[in-house]
């Protein structure tokens, strides 16, 4: 049933990340956990300016720097550049716990209630809707 619904498959989540620098050794494997918000960190760390002008610009942005692990990165472990992992239930997790209940917090202020109202023989499915949206 591919492109049906909100479907994950392997291929929409184990997206190689291909870096080629002259300053570092090429052909090597990194098993790290990376995700695509690592992109514009990783470039900015890459530009070799010093570390308080790379964290001024990066301020408030949710990547991590993925440059320290092109040194060596076939010893870089599953968990080097962060502390987590990607669970896949029918749609793919944001990595960041915080942003989740954040998400959840805000739903539950802001939606209506769903619910299901039998009518003859059709059901009516009523969807939350953030109030305002509509």
């Not at 498959?9 to 695509?36: D, F």
């Not at 299901?116 to 809707?129: E, Q, T």
Request: proline share 6%.
């Amino acid at each position: 049933m591919h492109g049906k619904g909100s479907s994950v498959y392997k291929e929409q989540i184990h997206v190689p990340m291909i870096i080629r620098h002259p300053a570092y050794p090429g052909n090597i494997r990194c098993n790290s956990l990376t995700n695509h918000l690592d992109l514009v960190p990783t470039l900015i760390g890459l530009t070799g300016r010093d570390r308080s002008l790379r964290e001024k610009v990066l301020e408030g942005r949710k990547g991590r720097d993925m440059s320290p692990l092109l040194a060596h990165p076939e010893q870089a472990g599953l968990n080097a550049l962060r502390p987590g992992s990607l669970y896949c239930y029918g749609m793919i997790l944001y990595m960041d716990a915080q942003y989740t209940a954040n998400s959840e917090s805000w739903l539950e202020k802001n939606s209506r209630t769903i619910n299901l109202k039998k009518r003859s023989r059709h059901s009516i499915l009523i969807f939350p809707i953030a109030q305002g949206s509509v």
